[in-house]
């Protein structure tokens, strides 16, 4: 079957840096995303890797190692704002987005 | 990025009544739309998946004919939930798709039945 497993929980200090992890098994790959969500709203696009290595953009970064199954999303300089849940999903042989369950973020200050 | 809205952003309905919930893409062809609930605290489901000119694709568990899908132009998919019962208050979020770029959220809809 497939899957995305991803951290429910997570919690960071103000300034600090925080990486959440996400792996997955899917039916073929056709490149991972990372969204944002705060609480409320709907969720709004971060990120789009297909290619391993790293992208990155301004304080947010995401790195990708397809042979592992593997994703990472690196925030730095965290600030109060960025306290949401961050959603990986991975597009599959079909296009259709594969969601995990998202990773909620609290900062503290 | 690409802009999708969502009409209505809000809407409190009587147990019983339809509500139809549109979502538009503004500045692409959305050659397919993707329907979501999401619960409070609670990760998104996907509800149906529906291409342009052709009937949506709806996920295990999710009745089709209490949750009806119209995709009927390139950057329009409607969702109705006829007799909204209570159970039915979620979030209701819808993305669209042009091509193989990465899908655009609505702002979403938020449905409360009393």
Known sequence: ?109 | GAVVSQHPSRVICKSGTSVKIECRSLDFQATTMFWYRQFPKKSLMLMATSNEGSKATYEQGVEKDKFLINHASLTLSTLTVTSAHPEDSSFYICSARGGEREPFFGPGTRLTVL
């Not at chain 1, 953009?57 to 109060?80: D, P």
């Not at chain 1, 306290?83 to 998202?102: F, P, R």
Request: proline share 3%; net charge negative; glycine share 10%.
């Open chain 1, 1 to 109: 079957g497939q899957n995305i497993d991803q951290p429910t929980e997570m919690t960071a200090t103000e300034g600090a840096i925080v990486q959440i992890n996400c792996t997955y098994q899917t039916s073929g790959f056709n490149g991972l995303f990372w969204y944002q969500q705060h609480a409320g709203e709907a969720p709004t696009f971060l990120s789009y890797n297909v290619l391993d290595g790293l992208e990155e953009k301004g304080r947010f970064s995401s790195f990708l190692s397809r042979s592992k199954g593997y994703s990472y999303l690196l925030l730095k300089e965290l600030q109060m704002k960025d306290s949401a849940s961050y959603l990986c999903a991975v597009m599959d042989s079909n296009y259709q987005l594969i969601w995990g369950a998202g990773t909620k973020l609290i900062i503290k200050p």
